[in-house]
């Protein structure tokens, strides 16, 4: 027979309308809606499928009706979860997307393999900052529960502190090897460090390590479902619920066929358990009842699914729903306004209605009810007068310091000079004199010295100067005249014997 309380936790999950969305190696996110049963138990449907990344998608993380999904495609995609669409798309990495966060319903924070943390403001979707985390890559980042703290481990085996409220590195500690996964406990006092098969356990107060947890194969998974306790996944088939306070283990039991590789807690329907998501590489979804009053005793598999596809990642949608007000509730307003119309203070209770319409600020020296409307004076307001506002914005010529006038001296369209002997406003175009002045008389008529291509005679030294150029022609040595012998004329060799000018013919002779 089923009880009152889980009567009570069907309807309230009924009403809510839970939705469980996985990301799967196959580039697919899969929605599936949580209904509740009559007996108690659960079944899922297949809601939605979305193929946007052309790469597996590695995390999703949703905020309110926001659903945020990164992949191995170094892209992130927007989608809201209440019209069903796709809203926009993020690339600010160059490398896989690691881990997706959101801190309330402000920022989200998105690490990758590039070893980068970007940090959005959510609606804008716009990055405010990028902090240099992790060489190699970032392998998880945990934000503190009151956002001024954060965790990153990365691939460099270290663990890095971040002060969110500067924007900037706490410190840095060294750790042997690389961490697979950080976490905040609920109430923020202690932190867990996941490497490999052990689960390192540091308290804040002391900043060390309380002690560790070989759990002996490697830790895929792990979430807080009450403040000191904690369910762990790993490589094999079972889910282990552990206690980080009595260091004792609680609970082991046989779940999937295949590595888990996500845990997720739907938030409690009743004060005496809650229900466990579990995500196996197997392709199944399985939901579990823990009864919170006897850990000890395995859970209850409520219902699971087989979505044929090797889920990596998964987060839930619990859509905000207004509630109805009770039967009690409207009795009580109706006798109340009955009341007031009786008394004949209707017009009262109509005025305390609109005061709450009332989003401007009253008067306060006259204390009426016509509001000073103070966010249109975008001018300030004379200090001395303190009346209609100086439009200093339009003044943009400053005042003669002399006179001290309103007339401003136009300096700026004086481009000449002032001439400085005369001190005139007649300036001398000096610019225009391009041919310099003549030394010696220092007339303003230049000589033009360019225009004497010819070089002076040497000797007279006058400006008819020599034309050697078109002297083509050597001078005879032993006359000096201008009439040269005619070299290059004489074809024929002289004689040598008479060294005259008619050479003995012996070709003609030897014939």
Known sequence: KQTMAECEAAGHMAARNVEIIVGTYEEFIIGYQLTVQKDGKVSLTQSFTDHSHTGSVRKIAISGKFLI????????RIFNLSSRFEVGTIMEHKG?????VFHGSQYLFSTAEDGNICIFSRGKWECEKTLKAHVGGVTSFAVHPTGKLALSVGKDKSLRTWNLIK??????????????????????????VVKGSCVDVYEVSLGQVVHSVDFKEKVTSLIFIMDDIIAVGGDGKNICLYDITTKLELVQWDAHTMRIKSLRV???????DLWLVSASSDGTIKVWNIELLSLSSAPKLLGEVNTSCRIICMDIYLPQQKMPVSNVEKAVGYELENKTQANGSSEESVKQKKKKKLKKPLNQETNEG??????????????????LPIKKKKLKEPLNQETNEESPVKKKKLKKPLNQETNEE???????????????TNEESPVKKKKLKKPLNQETNEESPVKKKKLKKPLNQETNEESPVKKKKLKKPLNQETNEGSPVKKKNKLL
């Open 69 to 76: 999904s990164g992949g191995s495609d170094e892209i992130l």
């Open 96 to 100: 896989t997307i690691t881990d997706l």
């Open 167 to 192: 924007g900037r590195r706490a410190f840095i500690t060294n750790l042997k090897t690389v961490a697979d996964s950080v976490h905040w406990s609920p109430p923020g006092t202690h932190y867990l």
């Open 266 to 272: 739907i938030p409690r329907v009743a004060t005496e």
């Open 370 to 387: 016509l509001p000073i409307k103070k966010k249109k004076l975008k001018k300030p307001l004379n200090q001395e007068t303190n009346g």
């Open 426 to 440: 007649s300036p001398v175009k000096k610019k225009k004199l391009k041919k310099p002045l003549n030394q010696e």
